[in-house]
Nanobody, 124 residues
């Protein structure tokens, strides 16, 4: 089982940057595919980015491609989301998610484990 704890959220002006971190428990973190999702008020949770267990492949929603970068450090059991050129529409609670590596990989889900989320607010 994996427990996920996000950090790094906060208030930032439009055009600014934030880096989110997701620390995972467990000794087999390197065998988990990881993803970031977000949910804005009154909207459904949406896919943001994903990274395979090896870190060799990354995937992004069209709305963040070129601005956000997902990465992982398996030695630190941590996945990151670097967010640049932030826009007010990026305001949301950001969630980290994990699932075991295996066949039939879909970066958009489903994911088995979820963190509690961290708030990101971008002011105009």
């Amino acid at each position: 089982q994996v427990q996920l704890v996000e950090s790094g959220g906060g208030l930032v002006q439009a055009g600014g940057s934030l880096r989110l971190s997701c620390a995972a428990s467990g000794r087999t973190f390197s065998m988990y595919h990881m993803g970031w999702f977000r949910q804005a008020p009154g909207k459904e949770r949406e896919f943001v980015a994903a990274i395979r267990w090896s870190g060799g492949s990354t995937y992004y929603a069209d709305s963040v491609r070129g601005r956000f970068t997902i990465s992982r450090d398996n030695a630190k059991n941590t996945v990151y989301l670097q967010m640049n050129s932030l826009k007010p529409e990026d305001t949301a609670v950001y969630y980290c998610a994990a699932k075991e590596s295996g066949t039939g990989y879909n970066p958009r889900g489903p994911y088995r484990y979820w963190g509690q989320g961290t708030q990101v607010t971008v002011s105009s």
